[in-house]
């Protein structure tokens, strides 16, 4: 699939079906052509996204790519068909927070550099699920949480479809969670060492934003120059972090890819910014396009078969010429088609202006007759200044 990194657009253009095992050698030619053809058509690909297979990695090791604990990164190739231009090198991001969370629930311990603890004043350079399990055993008989939708659940081995989840990976590296660290912390007298953890949850929440920015406040622009110059010094961090992080007994694969994705970032933002670009949204270089349309392929089949696909994306491509032209000669029909019109109709949530005095009597009196701990005040106290403040995290 290709899709615009300046402009917002995104076209299938080719499948390949493959068997369990395929040697990612072979993809090196189908890519390259791919570049090849879209450049003939004025289209100039800069980057090359796709998920931490290991037949995808076996692709970029076959493209001379680089990126380990001795060595020096290799992102990028000279551009096969633009002699002044680059072909950045990533794999998406989404996939590999979720790594990074399967790796901590996996029962390793995470160990910081020590110029990375004393840089941000760590307690300690353990990073563990330790931490995490505390919070959630702490909250778990309160109503109202410190951390929303943090269960048990969220610290234990799941199955595959679970591990495959991007939102849960992003409630577990939230800054709620980091907040809720030092709440335990600060009031409740746990150990200080819950605040390293507390610390790379936020570091990696901040990281996931800038390289998925989907909004002008975490965009890569020198517009305001200070935040800017904030967000390239956090992913040039980020390389520093996960180049000295020790997991284990042996160096992983998503700190590889960690590596080279921030580091193609970092080159290609530079690049557009260069060129005349006023911003550049991290969110395009991600494969999420991708990963909706492979959400429609398996609506009906989790897991469909060759001639299933086949035919799921053949629905899906002819679906994409439905919508009318701006240049018709008619005025747009806005009826739904037979499909949506027979999806059940989700129930209206009543607003606070319709709630009349029996909802609210009804409401108070749902309320515990026990005094509140000061955990729950402290949630409550933070969830009422946020209803005050119109939702916008005043």
Same mark, same amino acid.
């Given at each position: 699939?290709?899709?615009?990194?300046?402009?917002?657009?995104?076209?299938?253009?080719?499948?390949?079906?493959?068997?369990?095992?395929?040697?990612?050698?072979?993809?090196?030619?189908?890519?390259?052509?791919?570049?090849?053809?879209?450049?003939?058509?004025?289209?100039?690909?800069?980057?090359?996204?796709?998920?931490?297979?290991?037949?995808?990695?076996? @692709?970029?090791?076959? +493209?001379? *790519?680089? =990126? /380990?604990? %001795?060595?020096? #990164?290799?992102?990028?190739?000279?551009?096969? $068909? !633009?002699?002044?231009?680059?072909?950045?090198?990533?794999?998406?991001?989404?996939?590999?927070?979720?790594?990074?969370?399967?790796?901590?629930?996996?029962?390793?311990?995470?160990?910081?550099?020590?110029?990375?603890?004393?840089?941000?004043?760590?307690?300690?350079?353990?990073?563990?699920?330790?931490?995490?399990?505390?919070?959630?055993?702490?909250?778990?008989?309160?109503?109202?949480?410190?951390?929303?939708?943090?269960?048990?659940?969220?610290?234990?081995?799941?199955?595959?479809?679970?591990?495959?989840?991007?939102?849960?990976?992003?409630?577990?590296?939230?800054?709620?969670?980091?907040?809720?660290?030092?709440?335990?912390?600060?009031?409740?007298?746990?150990?200080?060492?819950?605040?390293?953890?507390?610390?790379?949850?936020?570091? @990696?929440?901040?990281? +996931?934003? *800038?390289? =998925? /920015?989907? %909004?002008?406040? #975490?965009?890569?622009?020198?517009?305001?120059? $200070? !935040?800017?110059?904030?967000?390239?010094?956090?992913?040039?961090?980020?390389?520093?972090?996960?180049?000295?992080?020790?997991?284990?007994?042996?160096?992983?694969?998503?700190?590889?890819?960690?590596?080279?994705?921030?580091?193609?970032?970092?080159?290609?933002?530079?690049?557009?910014?260069?060129?005349?670009?006023?911003?550049?949204?991290?969110?395009?270089?991600?494969?999420?396009?991708?990963?909706?349309?492979?959400?429609?392929?398996?609506?009906?089949?989790?897991?469909?078969?060759?001639?299933?696909?086949?035919?799921?994306?053949?629905?899906?491509?002819?679906?994409?010429?439905?919508?009318?032209?701006?240049?018709?000669?008619?005025?747009?029909?806005?009826?739904?088609?037979?499909?949506?019109?027979?999806?059940?109709?989700?129930?209206?949530?009543?607003?606070?202006?319709?709630?009349?005095?029996?909802?609210?009597?009804?409401?108070?009196?749902?309320?515990?007759?026990?005094?509140?701990?000061?955990?729950?005040?402290?949630?409550?106290?933070?969830?009422?200044?946020?209803?005050?403040?119109?939702?916008?995290?005043?």
């Amino acid at each position: 699939m290709l899709a615009g990194v300046t402009s917002r657009w995104k076209q299938t253009i080719a499948y390949h079906f493959t068997g369990n095992l395929v040697n990612g050698a072979y993809f090196r030619p189908l890519v390259t052509e791919i570049v090849q053809q879209a450049y003939v058509i004025g289209l100039h690909v800069n980057a090359v996204t796709c998920d931490m297979g290991s037949a995808n990695r076996a @692709m970029f090791k076959n +493209f001379r *790519l680089v =990126s /380990s604990k %001795h060595a020096v #990164t290799v992102n990028l190739i000279p551009h096969p $068909c !633009a002699d002044s231009r680059f072909l950045h090198f990533m794999y998406d991001v989404p996939h590999l927070i979720k790594n990074v969370k399967v790796g901590l629930v996996n029962g390793n311990e995470f160990k910081l550099g020590a110029d990375i603890v004393s840089r941000h004043d760590l307690p300690s350079n353990v990073i563990s699920l330790g931490a995490i399990k505390e919070l959630v055993t702490f909250q778990v008989n309160d109503d109202l949480k410190l951390t929303l939708n943090l269960g048990m659940e969220m610290v234990s081995n799941t199955t595959h479809f679970d591990k495959m989840k991007v939102g849960k990976a992003l409630i577990f590296f939230s800054k709620s969670v980091s907040a809720g660290l030092h709440y335990l912390v600060e009031n409740e007298g746990f150990d200080n060492a819950l605040l390293t953890t507390a610390w790379f949850l936020h570091f @990696m929440n901040t990281w +996931f934003d *800038l390289m =998925s /920015s989907r %909004h002008p406040a #975490t965009t890569l622009s020198k517009a305001n120059t $200070c !935040a800017y110059e904030k967000a390239i010094r956090h992913l040039e961090e980020t390389l520093v972090v996960f180049g000295g992080i020790e997991c284990g007994t042996s160096w992983k694969p998503w700190q590889s890819g960690i590596i080279l994705s921030t580091s193609s970032v970092l080159d290609i933002q530079r690049e557009l910014l260069a060129r005349g670009h006023h911003l550049v949204l991290t969110s395009r270089l991600t494969q999420d396009c991708l990963e909706n349309l492979f959400g429609c392929v398996r609506f009906k089949n989790p897991v469909p078969n060759a001639l299933e696909f086949r035919q799921a994306l053949k629905l899906i491509m002819v679906a994409q010429f439905l919508k009318c032209p701006a240049s018709g000669n008619y005025l747009e029909d806005d009826r739904p088609f037979l499909a949506d019109f027979l999806d059940t109709p989700k129930e209206k949530l009543a607003t606070p202006d319709e709630c009349d005095e029996d909802t609210f009597s009804y409401l108070i009196g749902e309320l515990p007759p026990d005094p509140l701990s000061k955990a729950q005040e402290s949630s409550l106290y933070y969830l009422a200044g946020y209803c005050i403040s119109g939702g916008g995290g005043g």
